[in-house]
């Protein structure tokens, strides 16, 4: 069982900027990936970025030029640097992870842009 832990959620006002951060309980490179979605009021969960294993990054092109995936391997942990944040990015977001055919998710972060 990997444990997956979210910080870095909060209120910024549009245009601002917001890293959160997702520590695994488990060594990175045993995992096949790990990523961030999203979910926004009354809609579907969605992807935001992820990273493999061997480092490929995929980046939903609603966020791509503005949101960045990364990740410590010594600290088992992923960022997600969001910048240039637009209403419409409001959602919680989730850290997720998967070990085949294993699926983990962290427990959410909200985040809300608003003036």
């Known amino acids: 069982q990997v444990q997956l832990v979210e910080s870095g959620g909060g209120l910024v006002q549009p245009g601002g900027s917001l890293t959160l951060s997702c520590a695994a309980s488990?060594?990175?490179?045993?995992?096949?990936?790990m990523g961030w979605y999203r979910q926004a009021p009354g809609k579907q969960r969605e992807l935001v970025a992820l990273?493999?294993?061997?480092?490929?990054?995929n980046i939903a092109d609603s966020v791509k030029g503005r949101f960045t995936i990364s990740r410590d391997n010594a600290k088992n942990t992923v960022y997600l640097q969001m910048n240039s944040l637009k209403y419409e990015d409001t959602a919680v977001y989730y850290c997720?992870?998967?070990?085949?055919?294993?699926?983990?998710w962290g427990q959410g972060t909200q985040v809300t842009v608003s003036s």
């Open positions: 990273i493999t294993r061997g480092g490929f990054i």
């Open positions: 997720n992870a998967i070990r085949s055919p294993s699926v983990y």
């Open positions: 488990e060594s990175i490179f045993s995992l096949n990936h």
